[in-house]
């Protein structure tokens, strides 16, 4: 990012994630109200008309889900927002989106389930959902940002990975973080790294709207400007229509897959605290690697060598990433606002090279840096 001049402004994570929306050029939000995510509706609903963007608040949240899919046909950047109930009635649509490879953003605002749970505390119980929430093997991209201000940044990350990879992407929040106000900066859209879609640039008879380049993803033609072909939640060929070919399915979903797993230098974002001499690494994401940051600053005041591996890109998980840092510490720990839900994964990706072990709070309250720090060190007594 340049020097240039930026705008500061005290907002709440949810006003945060509108800008940075903004910024990364979506102009159509359709979505239906729910705590805690109502507030990036309300701003959508102020500020698109204003830049000739769309807003649409549907009858629910199966309906808002289609409706940013056929946004973002016609060549708009889409997006939707809701809450672990909302977002399991997207689901379905989410996997026509995957299979169709349509570039969308759902930003997801967790709260405390299941079901209608607790709409006003924190959580993080919607980890696995976001990856396996809808059905098939299919593509996620799924990005966890920890404060305000990151709120910002990611948001105009999420809109790029899902313009590039022509996939939809799922935006984890927390209850805390998007109702909570801190300083953010709000740069120029010059200032930004913007990824549009591809677009085609064939004659309209020669068009295969599913043929990929190299880099697996297919240029699109938007509805409406001549290029006519067919978009179908059936396994498809090249041409986009229905194949029973088992060679054609099989290279098909592989690409779909790898598009995404294949490209996890580009999309994995993460920031690592003092684990360069750490014994301890404590492996955190969303509002909880902000109380696990604090926690490797009290640990050192008390000589104890803790660093932190703060995720915040969950999906695709980075199995080298948690394996190299097995190789270097004696003890993970892995605290989350579920009942182990990243844990396993950072398990199986540690392949018993150091031992790792969980820490959950599911009460609606926040995990505190003492907790913990006191979960650590009571490990380290045994």
Known sequence: MSDEKQIVKILQGNEACVEGALLAGIRFFAGYPITPASEIAEGMARRLPKIDGKFMQMEDEIA????????????LKAMTASSGPGICLK????????IGEIPCVIVNAQRGGPSTG??????????????????????????????????????????????????????????????????????SRE???IIDRKKTNVKKDEFLPFKAD?????????????????????????????????????????RLSNKVELNKKDIVIKEEYSLDDAKIAIVAYGSVARAAQRTVKLAREKGIKVGLLKLITLWPFDDDLINQLASQVDLIVVPEMNLGQMVREVQR??????????????????????EILEKIEEEMSQ
């Open 64 to 75: 808002s889900m289609a409706a940013v899919i056929g946004a973002s046909l016609t060549g």
């Open 191 to 193: 200032q930004l790294e």
């Open 214 to 254: 190299e880099d697996m993803v297919p240029p699109m033609a938007d509805f409406g400007s001549g290029y006519r072909y067919h978009v179908t939640g059936l396994v498809h060929n090249e041409k986009g229509y229905p194949t029973s070919d088992a060679e054609e399915i099989d290279k098909f979903l592989r």
């Open 118 to 187: 607790l709409p006003t505390k924190p959580s993080q119980g919607d980890v696995m959902q976001a990856r396996w929430g809808t059905h098939g093997d299919h593509p996620m991209i799924a990005l966890a940002p920890s404060d305000v201000n990151e709120i910002l940044e990611i948001t105009v990350k999420a809109v790029n990975f899902s313009e590039k990879y022509r996939t939809p992407v799922m935006l984890l929040l927390d209850e805390v973080i998007a109702h909570m106000r801190e300083k953010v900066n709000i740069p």
């Open 91 to 98: 689901q379905e649509n989410i996997g026509f989106a995957a």
């Open 349 to 370: 990706a540690a392949q018993g090279k150091s031992r790792v072990i969980s820490y959950t709070r599911i009460d609606g309250d926040l995990i505190n840096p003492i």
